[in-house]
């Protein structure tokens, strides 16, 4: 037999796309994963191109959607609190504005926008639990589906989101440190970040301490 193109192509497709890729989306058993996650309903949403542009698109306006300065040219945080986009509960807002589009490319968000040209996910879950993860990558392999996963939404790419996509956010589950933890009661808070090439002990964890009690939160872990 003579090798012609369409073994190839009869190859590749079934190998190369495993998932389906008219998985009808709607109609899919939401309420069977809602039912295995821990708080249920509270922390399953459907992703919203609304909620997107409610929530995420007045902070990049405010800024008038700054423009990343190298090719392609995405539109990004320039000034803004990185913290504030990922409080948003709507759990879609990235640093990197454009990615909520294919290939980062921007559209202005007044504009009548194809379907074809978004990139968020269908739905997220906030896991809160190892199980609330478990149930989310099972029930997204049954049935054919894509997942993402989104810690702060920082990447450059926007490699935290993916089209139809079942989103695990990652923002509410615990952080752990079992090392290194720094004291902040009793240390002097600094006004600004040390701006030099060495830092003392002493500076970093005074800046920590600074940056965790403004955020109101307990603990900052710094990683690299
Ligand atoms: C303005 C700006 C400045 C930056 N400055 C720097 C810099 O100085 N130094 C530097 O190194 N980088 C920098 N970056 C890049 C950024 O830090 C990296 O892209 C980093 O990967 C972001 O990680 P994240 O988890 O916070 O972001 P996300 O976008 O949420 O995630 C990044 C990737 O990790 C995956 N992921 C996240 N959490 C998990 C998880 N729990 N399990 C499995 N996969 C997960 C996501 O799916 C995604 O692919 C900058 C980015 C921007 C926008």
Redesign the pocket.
Known sequence: MHFKLHHLVAFIIPTVIPYALDVDLEALPWDHLIELLSSEADNFHFASQDAWADQCVPIFQREGFPVWNRPPYKR??EHGSNYELIEQSNGLC???FSCAWKHCEFHHPDEEIDEDKWNLPYVFVHPLSVSDITASITFAREHGIGM?????????V???TDKDSLM?N?RR?TKYSSTSLLQCSGVTLRKTAPRKERVTTEELRSWACTVAKSRNTKAVLRV?
């Not at 993402?148 to 450059?156: I, L």
């Open positions: 990004f945080l990235a640093d990197i993402s996963v989104k810690a702060t939404g920082h990447n450059y926007g490699a935290s695990l990652m589950y690299g």
